[in-house]
């Protein structure tokens, strides 16, 4: 059964950094693709960034330049290097998985199986 676990979440100031992590288990992890959603109170869960097992990326627009999302596969471990945040960036973020995925899908949360259980991200201004 695919596992996955959020963690790195946190609070901080506008400008401000964090890291989240997500340790995968339990499937062959190089061959699916992986990705970051968020979603506020309110709000759809939206696409944040992906990588499929090509090692092809995708962000969303409001995240481009600021977040860059990793991976360690020998740690079966994916990451996403969140910076210059802003207060819009709070969310419970969720690490998401499948077995396969197309540039059209990474970015759709019915396009992910398997999901973690958040970590909350707090931006305060």
């Known amino acids: 059964q695919v596992r996955l676990v959020d963690s790195g979440g946190g609070s901080v100031q506008a400008g401000g950094s964090l890291r989240l992590s997500c340790a995968a288990s339990?499937?062959?992890?190089?061959?699916?693709?992986i990705g970051w959603f968020r979603q506020a109170p309110g709000k759809e869960r939206e696409g944040v960034a992906a990588?499929?097992?090509?090692?092809?990326?995708t962000y969303s627009d409001s995240v481009k330049g600021r977040f860059t999302i990793s991976q360690d596969n020998g740690k079966k471990t994916l990451y996403l290097q969140m910076s210059s945040l802003k207060p819009e960036d709070s969310a419970m973020y969720y690490c998401a998985a499948n077995s396969a995925c197309t540039i059209a899908t990474m970015s759709r949360p019915e396009g992910f199986t398997y999901w973690g259980q958040g970590t909350q991200v707090t931006v305060s201004s």
């Open positions: 990588i499929d097992r090509h090692g092809r990326t």
């Open positions: 339990d499937f062959t992890y190089s061959t699916f693709c």
